[in-house]
């Protein structure tokens, strides 16, 4: 299992990864994706930092874990590959942008399109079993994640968090929110979309704030 990461995220992330929580999950996952199927494929796992490097980052999306189905895990969260039907949440994205900004659905699943605009698709476990949702968790990469948002918070300027779904809301104690700006709603999932996460505005919000500090609008 070969992985790699962007050695701007290899610079600020070289404590992590020196510290023993984070070998363990390093010789946890090996022996996984050795000895059962694992999503996404090894050389996806930090595919949002691959594609998205440190000092690029403007909006940071916070999910949960990576699909745990064949085919559409690629390493950025709500993200699928070219090709493999839209989850629900995903589809739930796309109207509340259409509804927002007006722009339509996208024939494509796949958001690298976002990641190298500078949009940071990170789960908060970053591998998971197939067919097991959840597998993953509490063998080290909660913290490995939490260090990522804690580390962006501190390291740079006006950058858009957007909190989805109460999971993603406990991560806001990592974040200044007087650097940052914070959008909080309910989760895209079809069990709570429609409390609160269609009309949250988050992608106008959030290119309005980055218009404000002079940086790029994303093209969602």
């Known amino acids: 299992m070969q992985v790699k990461i962007h050695p701007s995220w290899q610079t600020q992330l070289q404590g992590e990864f020196d510290k023993p929580y984070f070998q363990q999950l390093v010789a946890f996952v090996r022996h996984e994706y050795a000895t059962t199927t694992v999503y996404p494929p090894g050389r996806l796992i ?3 930092f691959n594609l998205c490097p440190f000092e690029q980052v403007k909006v940071v999306i916070i999910g949960q874990d990576p ?3 064949p085919n559409q895990a ?7 590959n070219d090709g493999i039907q839209f989850p629900p949440s995903l589809v739930n994205i796309f109207k509340e942008i259409q509804s927002d900004i007006g722009t339509p659905p996208p024939t494509s699943g796949d958001l690298t399109r976002w990641a190298k605009q500078g949009v940071l698709l990170l789960n908060a476990t970053l591998t998971v079993r197939e067919h097991l949702a959840g597998s993953h968790q509490r063998h080290g990469w909660e913290e490995f994640t ?3 948002i804690h580390i962006l918070s501190a390291g740079c300027d006006g950058l858009v968090f957007m909190l989805w779904g109460s999971y993603a809301q406990g991560k ?11 959008l909080r709603s ?19 919000q959030a290119n309005a704030y980055l218009r404000s500090l002079g940086k790029e609008e994303i093209q969602w």
């Open 46 to 48: 930090f595919n949002a």
């Open 67 to 69: 699909y745990h189905e």
């Open 74 to 80: 690629q390493g950025l969260c709500f993200s699928v």
């Open 146 to 148: 939490d260090a990522v």
């Open 172 to 182: 806001s104690y990592l974040i200044d929110s007087q650097r940052h700006l914070i």
């Open 186 to 204: 309910a989760h895209p999932s079809p069990l709570s979309a429609h409390r609160g996460f269609f009309g949250n505005h988050h992608f106008s």
